[in-house]
Every structure is written in C-alpha cells, then in structure tokens.
C-alpha cells in the first residue's frame, strides 16, 4: 500500500468515526428529549445534537426515528392536554358545588330570617 492510499484509509476511517459519532450525538439527543417529554421534532433534534436538519433528512434510520418519536409526541402531548383538562374541569365542578350548598344555606337562613320579621310584622298590627 503506497502513501496516498494510507492517507485516503484514514480519511475514510476518519470520515466513518465522524459519521458514528454524530449518529451517537443524535441519538442521545433523542433519548434526552424523550425523558424530558420535549418536542420531537428535527429543528429541535438539531439544535441539540449539533447537526444540520439537511443531514438528519439524509439520515435515513434517523429520519424515520424522528417521524415515528413526532407522531408518538403529538399523541401523548394531546392525551396529557385531555387529562389536565378533565382536572381542571373536575376541580371547577367541585368548587362550584360547594359554593351551590353555601347558597343554598344561606337562602334557608334568609328565608328564616324573613319569617321571623313577618311574624314580627304581624304581632305590630294585631297589638
């Protein structure tokens, strides 16, 4: 082997540890984003790893883990929406279920209070 295909065997081999090096970037990346319930999407995939979009586009392993993790994300991102909805609907009924019997005791103690003044009332015109 002569001295130029040495140096075009490193740059290869040089080429192939950048490329497996970036993928590993990726990939973390993505478990991160996953454990931190971040949107997936490859803007964001991007900026975290450090790579281009253009090359996780090429990616073709990468771009389908990022499309399969974005259309999981919008699924689980509507369900915890759903559910923080439903608590916050629940919560609200609660609250104004109480306040409904505070009302409630509080036209009986009124009207209570209106009988005592007609009763009232009427022993000032029979005196």
Known sequence: ???SQKKI??????????????VIRVETALRI???KNLPINFESVAKLAGVSKP???RQENLFHEICSARGKEGKIK?????????????KEIKTLKEKNVKLKQKVQH???QIECVYGELYKLKNS
């Open 1 to 3: 082997m002569n001295n």
């Open 9 to 22: 065997q490193a740059l290869k081999q040089a080429a192939s540890d950048k490329r497996y090096n970036t």
């Open 33 to 35: 984003m996953r454990e």
């Open 55 to 57: 090359w996780l586009y």
């Open 78 to 90: 509507r369900v915890v929406e759903l559910k923080s909805v439903l608590e916050t609907k629940e």
């Open 110 to 112: 009124l009207r209570k």
